[in-house]
Structures are given as C-alpha cells and as structure tokens.
C-alpha cells in the first residue's frame, strides 16, 4: 500500500495589510488599507501555562491562561492613517510630521498570504489577529549610502494581540489568531472582497460583498 499525503500546498509572502475597529460580531468600521508591510515576525504565546501534580505524575492536568502573542511588525512606510489609527501617534503642530505619545489603540488586524497547490490550483491564506495593540512606539534604524548597496529605511514595532468576545472560534470560544484557507474558485472571490476593504469575520463564506461608505465598511450582504 502507497502512503497517500494529502494535497501539497505552500504559501509564500504577506499582502493586503488591513486595520480596522471590530465593533461587534457581525459590524466593524473605520477600515485601513495598509502599505508597505514587509513582514510579520512569529508572534510567540507567552500565557502562564500551569502543570497540576496527581499520582506522583507532574503534569497530570495543565492549566494555560488566556492567550497572548507578543511579536513585530515592520513596514516600508507609515502612511498617516496608519500612523494616528493604529500606532498612536499625533500629527505636529505644523501639520507636517507625526510623534508617538504612548496611546495604542486596539484594532483588528488581517493580512492575506497568497499560494498554490501542487497541481496548481490557486490557494490563500488570510491571518486574522481580532485585538493587536502596539505596545512600544514603532523605531527604524539608518545607514549611509554606498554606491553599490543603499539601503531602505524600514520601521518595526513590537505588537501584541490577544482574543475578543467579539470573535471566536464554533464552538464559542476566544483566540488571539485566526488563519482562514481558501482554493481554486474561492481565492479571487475573497481577494476581490478584500481589495474593496472586507474583513474577514467568523461566518464569512467567499461570495459576500462588503459595502464602503466614508472608509468604514459597515454592512455585509452574501450573493446567491
């Protein structure tokens, strides 16, 4: 007998940056379009995981606390929308330029990471973090040009994101991440809901069409 794998699939690369304020389960507002994302680091969980001793066995129960992902977040360029809604910062008195002032809201964060089957067959993966905060103002680094080798200002920040009431998994209970796969016929319906500002919530099905008024998507409707 033959092992059978089942079908072989990578994924490679992080797009579509979107920020937004998840209100409810089924409505959220004030959607950012993200530029400049270069990369999501691995965002490690550091909740307390408690080991029950019974019967001389040192962990016959373990016990973990509410999930909470500490990681970073680096970016190209900060837009001024991503700036003030995200990061926290102010705008100057000139109007010019922007300042940390230690206030980091808390915001829904999705980005999509594209790829494809063996056979391939198109396939996405969209990773959905319901509660991200910034947790330090973001910091960049600068060197010198060469004539050989000048070198792009990159901006990281460290993040933390944990679960929300407004966002859980069937079976009712919370998360701090969530990774939503998707093949062939479904990936341009998502992509296309996604480039016209759509997040991707809990009963999402590909077909549903968001509407965007004023930058909030405020309203869903699936089609037929």
């Known amino acids: 007998m033959v092992f059978q794998y089942s079908d072989r699939t990578m994924f490679h690369g992080n797009q579509r940056l979107l920020i937004a304020q998840l209100d409810s389960k089924t409505k959220y507002s004030d959607v950012i379009k993200g530029t400049g994302l270069v990369s999501v680091s691995a965002m490690s969980d550091e909740a307390n995981v408690t080991n029950i001793a019974a019967d001389d066995v040192p962990d016959h129960a373990t016990i973990a606390g509410a999930s909470l992902l500490k990681g970073t977040l680096n970016f ?8 003030v809604k995200f990061f ?11 300042a940390s002032v230690g206030q980091y ?30 947790t330090s103002k973001p910091s960049k680094s600068t060197t010198t040009d060469s004539s050989e080798t000048p070198t792009a200002v990159q901006w ?3 993040v933390q994101a944990s679960g929300s009431d407004f966002y859980t998994t069937k079976k009712g209970l919370k998360s701090a991440e969530f990774e ?13 809901y996604i480039d016209n500002g759509g997040i991707i919530l809990p009963d999402y099905v590909p077909g549903t069409t968001t509407v965007l008024a004023n930058s909030q998507a405020t ?6």
């Open 180 to 192: 939503y796969l998707f093949s062939g016929d479904e990936v341009q319906k998502v992509l296309d």
């Open 156 to 158: 990281e920040a460290a």
């Open 105 to 134: 809201p808390q915001r829904l964060v999705q980005y999509a990471t594209l790829g494809t089957k063996r056979d391939g067959t198109r396939a996405l993966l969209v990773t959905v973090y319901p509660n991200m905060s910034v």
């Open 219 to 224: 309203s869903t409707t699936r089609s037929a």
């Open 88 to 98: 926290g910062q102010d705008e100057t008195q000139n109007g010019k330029g922007y």
């Open 76 to 83: 190209l360029q900060l837009d001024p929308d991503l700036r």
